[in-house]
């Protein structure tokens, strides 16, 4: 490709075809990733330590999308929530999943460690980011309520017993 023709490719000229950036996944994205993961690993009978694993991890992550707004749009949050749940967690026990059962479940690959227990840390490593993501979500919400709570308290005041001062007229 010469320059003229990356000229015109930038320029939307030419016979070079364009390829599309894909949308972001949204949310029904990332449940069906979920939903997926979740009939592949019925369907291979995988050992409940990593079953028990994944669907906690899926609750924490369905548990977090609805509040990833509160982290901002394009947030590195929002991002890693989404990229758990359609690459990194169905990456890993895939290719867990891949292996002879009993090979993976007995032999040592790194170290000491079989496949398993390699699996289970990276199990461990995705649930424990996906809690403080979740509670990252949740401060954001705590954060506004003192906020707020600041705002009433300055704007309204209170009177020495803590309560409100409320002073609507004189009693009759």
Known sequence: MGLRDWWQQR????????TAIPAPPTEQDVLAALNRLNAQLTTAGAPAVVTTRVVRIARTINDTLPRIRNLGLGSQEGYSV????????PEAVGAYLRLPREWADTRPIDGYKTSLMVLVEQLELLAATTDKILDAA?????????AHG????????HTS????DLQLGSPT
Not at 11 to 18: I, L
């Open 11 to 18: 320029r939307g000229g030419g016979d070079a075809a364009v």
């Open 82 to 89: 989404v990229a758990t749940a359609t690459t990194y967690l």
């Open 138 to 146: 949740n401060r954001a919400d705590a954060q506004a309520l003192i």
């Open 150 to 157: 600041m705002f009433l308290d300055a704007k309204f005041g």
């Open 161 to 164: 017993d803590g309560g409100p």
